[in-house]
């Protein structure tokens, strides 16, 4: 799977990229940054992806979140993708909600939708072989974390693939999406009307359908007490609950003061990647 470099910097001894390539569940070309510390000689570190939320692109959590003094120290690489499929061929509406720029990282069964936006096969499996194949990423040491619609992504993907992703990691996540207008919106126009076919990419009833869940790695949240989306389409406590009732390990951190912009993921974000360094090795 080629991978084209778009551009290129140097930050903090060490080099990020902007990059395109080919996706065959989209259908078009996608687009993602790509941080690579400075590894001696054949050594392979480990990577942790980050998915964005709605109306974003790659370049807010490469440009924004200041991320890469953290993950030059911790020897991490960390990728962070498109929010959704572009291009004049891929359908769109006015809203900024639903279309580009919000994928929701579902795979659309619905016409137009499912032909280009397939987002979740996109993160799992083209955007993972093209990580592998173009950088020293170890496969078997992978993170994901995310931001609101991308904390929904990360914490999804993440309860369906244990084996995949060792780590995960959210920011002001859409806890219960089924739950709330955002996801009403996204999955009844992605997925169709079933709302039994919604709980497949709700973390809240994932992590419900657990059972036993003690084995599985530490989940760890941050969400800003003054988020104004807080109350109506977040909806943490559903998460908090759902962990409770399974035994599944969740550190929620409820942040006073802080809302759901970048400055709150810049002002945590090391946290994060020290959660995941920890867990990867």
């Known amino acids: 799977m080629a991978v084209e470099l778009i551009a290129e910097h140097g930050v903090f001894g060490a080099r990020?990229?902007?990059?395109?390539?080919?996706?065959?569940?989209?259908?078009?070309d996608m687009r993602f940054s790509a941080f690579v510390p400075a590894l001696a000689g054949s050594a392979r570190a480990p990577v942790v992806y980050w998915l964005s939320g709605l109306t974003c692109s790659e370049e807010n959590f490469t440009v924004k979140a200041g991320?890469?003094?953290?993950?030059?120290?911790?020897?991490?690489?960390?990728?962070?993708p498109d929010t959704s499929p572009r291009g004049v061929e891929v359908p769109d509406v006015d809203d900024y909600d639903f279309g580009k720029g919000a994928g929701f990282y579902v795979d659309a069964t619905e016409a137009p939708w499912s032909r280009h936006y397939n987002m979740y096969s996109y993160v799992t499996r083209d955007l993972q072989e093209a990580v592998l194949e173009a950088f020293p990423a170890d496969?078997?040491?992978?993170?994901?974390?995310?931001?609101?619609?991308?904390?929904?992504?990360?914490?999804?993907?993440?309860?369906?693939?244990p084996g995949?992703?060792?780590?995960?990691?959210?920011?002001?996540?859409?806890?219960?999406?089924?739950?709330?207008?955002?996801?009403?919106?996204?999955?009844?126009?992605?997925?169709?009307?079933?709302?039994?076919?919604?709980?497949?990419?709700?973390a809240s009833e994932?992590?419900?359908?657990?059972?036993?869940?003690?084995?599985?790695?530490?989940?760890?949240?941050?969400q800003g007490v003054d988020d104004q989306f807080l109350d109506e389409q977040l909806l943490p406590?559903?998460?908090?609950?759902?962990?409770?009732?399974v035994g599944q390990r969740l550190t929620l951190r409820r942040q006073p003061g802080y809302d759901h912009s970048y400055f709150?993921?810049?002002?945590?974000?090391?946290?994060?990647?020290?959660?995941?360094?920890?867990?990867?090795?």
């Not at 991320?67 to 962070?80: F, N, T």
């Not at 992703?165 to 079933?194: D, H, Q, T």
């Not at 998460?239 to 409770?244: H, I, K, T």
Request: charged share 15%.
């Open 264 to 281: 709150f993921i810049a002002s945590f974000i090391d946290d994060h990647l020290r959660h995941h360094a920890g867990l990867l090795g």
């Open 206 to 222: 994932l992590v419900a359908a657990l059972g036993e869940a003690s084995g599985r790695a530490e989940i760890l949240v941050d």
């Open 237 to 245: 406590g559903r998460l908090e609950a759902a962990c409770s009732a």
């Open 67 to 80: 991320a890469y003094r953290a993950a030059a120290q911790l020897g991490l690489i960390v990728i962070a």
């Open 139 to 161: 496969p078997g040491r992978q993170g994901i974390m995310g931001h609101s619609m991308g904390g929904h992504g990360a914490l999804t993907i993440w309860l369906k693939n």
């Open 164 to 202: 995949t992703y060792r780590s995960v990691s959210a920011f002001a996540p859409i806890c219960a999406p089924s739950r709330c207008p955002w996801g009403e919106k996204a999955f009844g126009g992605y997925l169709g009307g079933n709302r039994e076919v919604w709980k497949q990419h709700d």
């Open 16 to 28: 990020v990229g902007y990059y395109r390539h080919k996706s065959q569940s989209c259908n078009c």
